[in-house]
């Protein structure tokens, strides 16, 4: 019963920054991750975190722009984007799993969208 909620998104202009949070009732041990999905395009991966926060991993497309973090004391991880581009125009989701056991949990998703 594990519920992820996204907030954070909206309309941006080309360069701006945007900071997204994902809730959840607990994060017990989970490895937490932002994907992204653009109209007639796969789901990408944009940014994994694991359980401590000691290791993070960002997609090539946002190193450098973007930021994964978590606060496990709030049940919260978040993803900090900077110098955003049209590019970074999609539905962001957030998503949890175990560790090497991929990501079975979702939110509903929210959409960011980058004007230019």
């Known amino acids: 019963q594990v519920q992820l909620v996204e907030s954070g998104g909206g309309l941006v202009q080309a360069g701006g920054s945007l900071k997204l949070s994902c809730a959840t009732r607990?994060?017990?041990?989970?490895?937490m991750a932002w994907f992204r999905q653009a109209p007639g395009k796969a789901r990408e991966l944009v940014a994994s975190i694991n359980w401590s926060g000691s290791t993070t991993s960002h997609a090539d497309s946002v190193k450098g722009r973007f930021t994964i973090s978590r606060d496990n004391s709030k049940n919260t991880v978040y993803l900090q984007m900077n110098s955003l581009k049209t590019e970074d125009t999609a539905v962001y989701y957030c998503?949890?799993?175990?560790?090497?056991?991929?990501?079975?949990?979702w939110g509903q998703g929210t959409q960011v969208t980058v004007s230019s």
């Open positions: 998503a949890a799993g175990r560790e090497g056991q991929g990501y079975p949990y």
């Open positions: 607990n994060f017990d041990t989970f490895v």
